[in-house]
């Protein structure tokens, strides 16, 4: 039988657990990755991304062109958004291209968004 620790500790990581965020993130950045790779482009360095109830934003490390239905949220290319409802069907799925994302944790006014980084831009 667990320990009680155990079990506590299992609970608090079930009540933040986000299956549908987990996919939105998926989405976005598989799509990102299927596109770099049919055109032959860059995938960009991701420095954080933030995730929200109805939006994926990511943030680069560098500017970069992103394909719609990403939109740009500031003028110099280094942040985009994108609702992962509007992303379109696309295949085949790459593998992760970001797999050591790592979750820093939430926005104090909103405790649905989150935010995380790539485990390399955290060292």
Do not use: C, Q
């Amino acid at each position: 039988m667990p320990s009680l620790e155990i079990t506590s500790t299992e609970l608090e990581l079930h009540a933040v657990e986000n299956p549908k965020g987990v996919d939105d993130i998926d989405k976005a950045l598989s799509y990102l990755a299927a596109w770099a790779r049919e055109n032959d482009e860059r995938l960009p360095k991701l420095f954080a991304l933030r995730l929200s109830p109805t939006n994926v934003e990511l943030y680069l490390d560098e500017p970069a062109e992103l394909p719609a239905p990403f939109t740009m949220t500031v003028p110099d290319k280094t942040a985009w958004v994108v609702d992962p409802d509007e992303i379109p069907a696309f295949g085949p799925r790459p593998t992760a291209p970001h797999p050591g994302l790592v979750t820093l944790g939430h926005d104090a006014s909103d405790t649905a968004t989150s935010w995380s980084t790539s485990s390399r831009s955290a060292r």
